[in-house]
């Protein structure tokens, strides 16, 4: 008998023992909405909505050298003419910036020893969600280019190299070609070619750059330029959906629910904070607690089922994940057509569309595909 007590408490048994656990456990879970609704009770609403205004101070910051057409792009960016524009090499002098609404566009000035930045700089690189780092295609890739780029990689902040002036090279190509040239000397994924002049990829490409590298800028660059809400929107769902994913997989029961319930709640202030809903405002905050509460009953069945995955032995604990973050992904889905319709979806119908999601982005998924869904954005 203490041999047996001994086998079960090491080795392969004490999966066993942890299994055990996880089913005592699940008996205490009572078999109702009250569990969730007294924990959506207990969400620190306060702390979750500075957070979101927090985040609506978030920055992109445009480097490079001097005369690489910064200001050009600060200024086909912005909209208007703000930033002081010359063919002299450094005109801009001190940090150019101006308020978009919350989001604060950076222009620094032009640098000319990439190892030795400016406080200048280094003020506009530390208030950076995303760093744009804009190279002289008419130049090619310089010694200084290289430098710059080594200097901002190691902030551990997202960069999005683009190459401008392309409309300058010869044949329609030529800013491909370069583009894929830079990038293979420093060693990236991509360069976007783009010119700054004529708009050429900047809405195209670079703005949806900025978006997919940081869901913080996609937060602020989709609440001023409606144009892209649904792709920052998506962006922000998919970050939430994937820490849902990885809290999910947490393998005790209910440890992670308060968790969930937390990502979930500032995942609908952001999609209203994104669709322009003042964040100082009693309605704004209303109308997310009514939508939270609409999606109750679903949430429910979904964490009842998750808490019940983490109790079966090899790869319960994915599962549940899996079902957490495919719960926050339909909440988040659910969110956005319910603030881009002008909020006037009814009850009903948002309990229906957060099921039909929901059964919709799981039907015939196992946790492995839902986690590679989730991950590459293909739920988009």
Same mark, same amino acid.
């Given at each position: 008998? %203490?041999?047996?007590?001994?086998?079960?408490?090491?080795g392969?048994?004490?999966?066993?023992?942890w299994?055990?656990?996880?089913?005592?456990a699940?008996?205490?879970?009572?078999a109702?909405?009250?569990?969730?609704?007294?924990?959506?009770?207990a969400?620190n609403?306060k702390? +979750?909505?500075?957070?979101?205004?927090?985040g609506?101070?978030?920055?992109?910051?445009?480097?490079?050298?001097?005369?690489?057409?910064?200001?050009?792009?600060?200024?086909?960016?912005?909209?208007?003419?703000?930033?002081?524009?010359? +063919?002299e090499?450094?005109?801009?002098?001190?940090?150019?910036?101006?308020d978009?609404?919350p989001?604060?566009l950076?222009d620094?000035?032009?640098?000319?020893s990439?190892?030795?930045?400016s406080?200048?700089?280094?003020?506009?690189?530390?208030?950076?969600?995303?760093? !744009?780092?804009?190279?002289d295609g008419?130049? =090619?890739?310089?010694?200084?280019?290289? =430098?710059?780029?080594?200097? !901002?990689?190691?902030?551990?902040?997202?960069?999005?190299?683009?190459?401008?002036?392309?409309?300058?090279l010869?044949?329609?190509?030529?800013?491909?070609?370069?583009?894929?040239?830079?990038a293979a000397?420093?060693d990236?994924?991509?360069?976007?070619?783009?010119? #700054?002049?004529?708009?050429l990829n900047?809405v =195209?490409?670079?703005?949806?750059?900025?978006?997919?590298?940081?869901?913080?800028?996609a937060?602020?660059?989709?609440?001023?330029?409606?144009?892209?809400?649904r792709?920052?929107a998506?962006?922000?769902?998919?970050?939430?959906?994937?820490?849902?994913?990885? $809290?999910?997989?947490?393998? *005790?029961?209910?440890?992670? *629910?308060?968790?969930l319930?937390?990502?979930?709640?500032?995942?609908?202030?952001?999609? #209203?904070?994104l669709?322009?809903?003042?964040?100082?405002? #009693?309605?704004?905050?209303?109308? #997310?607690?009514?939508l939270? $509460?609409?999606? !109750?009953?679903?949430?429910?069945?979904?964490?009842? +089922? =998750?808490?019940?995955?983490? +109790?079966?032995?090899f790869?319960g604990? *994915?599962?549940?994940?899996?079902?957490?973050?495919?719960?926050?992904?339909? *909440?988040?889905?659910?969110?956005?057509?319910?603030?881009?319709?002008?909020?006037?979806?009814?009850?009903?119908?948002?309990? %229906?569309?957060?099921?039909?999601?929901?059964?919709?982005f799981?039907?015939?998924?196992?946790?492995?595909?839902?986690?590679?869904?989730?991950?590459?954005?293909a739920?988009?």
């Amino acid at each position: 008998m %203490q041999g047996d007590a001994k086998n079960t408490s090491s080795g392969s048994n004490g999966f066993r023992t942890w299994r055990n656990l996880g089913i005592s456990a699940l008996k205490f879970i009572p078999a109702n909405m009250g569990m969730v609704q007294n924990f959506m009770k207990a969400v620190n609403w306060k702390q +979750a909505h500075e957070e979101v205004l927090r985040g609506l101070n978030n920055t992109v910051v445009i480097v490079g050298q001097p005369n690489t057409g910064k200001s050009t792009l600060f200024n086909k960016l912005k909209g208007e003419v703000l930033s002081p524009v010359s +063919a002299e090499a450094g005109t801009t002098r001190s940090l150019i910036r101006t308020d978009f609404g919350p989001f604060t566009l950076i222009d620094t000035p032009g640098i000319d020893s990439p190892a030795e930045l400016s406080d200048i700089t280094q003020s506009g690189l530390q208030q950076a969600s995303v760093i !744009v780092l804009l190279i002289d295609g008419s130049k =090619e890739l310089q010694a200084k280019d290289k =430098e710059l780029y080594e200097v !901002v990689s190691k902030l551990e902040k997202p960069v999005i190299i683009a190459v401008n002036k392309v409309d300058v090279l010869k044949g329609k190509q030529g800013g491909d070609r370069l583009a894929s040239e830079i990038a293979a000397m420093l060693d990236v994924p991509g360069v976007i070619p783009i010119s #700054a002049k004529t708009g050429l990829n900047v809405v =195209e490409e670079l703005i949806p750059g900025v978006i997919e590298a940081s869901p913080e800028a996609a937060l602020v660059i989709g609440r001023e330029l409606p144009y892209f809400r649904r792709q920052a929107a998506r962006r922000i769902i998919r970050n939430a959906a994937l820490l849902s994913l990885a $809290a999910g997989i947490e393998p *005790i029961p209910l440890v992670d *629910i308060p968790i969930l319930l937390g990502l979930q709640v500032r995942l609908v202030l952001r999609i #209203a904070a994104l669709y322009g809903e003042s964040m100082n405002s #009693a309605e704004t905050m209303k109308h #997310a607690r009514e939508l939270m $509460a609409t999606m !109750v009953g679903g949430l429910g069945m979904r964490y009842l +089922a =998750e808490q019940a995955a983490k +109790a079966v032995p090899f790869g319960g604990d *994915i599962v549940a994940g899996a079902i957490a973050g495919a719960a926050t992904w339909s *909440i988040g889905e659910v969110a956005l057509e319910y603030y881009e319709g002008g909020k006037q979806i009814n009850i009903p119908h948002l309990r %229906q569309l957060f099921n039909d999601v929901y059964r919709s982005f799981r039907k015939e998924r196992n946790a492995d595909e839902l986690r590679r869904r989730i991950s590459s954005g293909a739920g988009s």
